[in-house]
């Protein structure tokens, strides 16, 4: 296993709230990371900090051997955030299209590979604006996965699915980690996503990061 993700005394400060203090973390390529804990402790902004969205206060993001300077964004790495930022005037393919030109890496046959394997139907012409919730979380998916990260970033990706489509995305990051030694964190407030696919655990609290000895 290779280190992907290294962080060294992270802190990120809003006005006078501390957000996140002195994290420090080493995350390897092929497993699947777990990160828990109440609303407002800090999950997404450390996503955030990760990928690039967001500079922090103080501390060194390193990811994919790159070190992230202010503005810089991470290379290789796949999201889902708290909002996906589709059109919702254009279809599925039309929406990934539009973001694939960005780096021109992958062909069409590929976009609507990944539309076909979350679950969606690649020719559908039907506009992302009437898509359900859990359909929009199938979309963020196909789009975190269809150039083949290295790294992927889920913030909460069983949100809005039903039992069956959870059992269908535990099942394909299981076999997107297995298969490209990819490295995955999960952020997720059901203890069965945890327990279910993550290699290790970690705890957000009070601005720290806590390892935990198993994840439930």
Request: with cysteine; aromatic share 4%.
């Amino acid at each position: 296993m290779v280190n992907i993700i290294k962080l060294e005394n992270v802190n990120k400060d809003f006005k006078k709230q501390k957000v996140l203090n002195n994290i420090s973390l080493n995350l390897n390529s092929g497993k699947i990371y777990g990160f828990i804990g109440r609303n407002g402790t800090g999950k997404s902004v450390l996503f955030k900090i990760i990928c690039g969205l967001i500079i922090p206060t103080s501390g060194t993001v390193e990811v994919n051997g790159k070190v992230l300077k202010n503005g810089e964004f991470a290379e290789n790495i796949g999201i889902l955030l708290d909002d996906t930022g589709f059109l919702p005037r254009m279809s599925a393919f039309d929406n990934l299209k539009t973001i694939a030109v960005i780096r021109d890496i992958i062909t069409d046959e590929r976009i609507k590979e990944c539309i076909s394997i979350v679950g969606l139907n690649p020719e559908s012409k039907q506009h992302v604006g009437k898509y359900s919730l859990g359909m929009k979380q199938r979309l963020g998916i196909a789009q975190a996965i269809m150039e083949k990260p290295k790294v992927l970033l889920l913030d909460e990706p069983m949100n809005g699915l039903d039992e069956l489509g959870v059992k269908e995305i535990r099942t394909l990051l299981k076999e997107y980690c297995n298969n490209n030694e990819a490295t995955i964190l999960i952020a997720s407030h059901n203890k069965d996503d945890i327990e279910e696919l993550c290699d290790e655990c970690y705890l957000l609290k009070d601005g720290c990061v806590e390892k935990i000895e198993e994840c439930i």
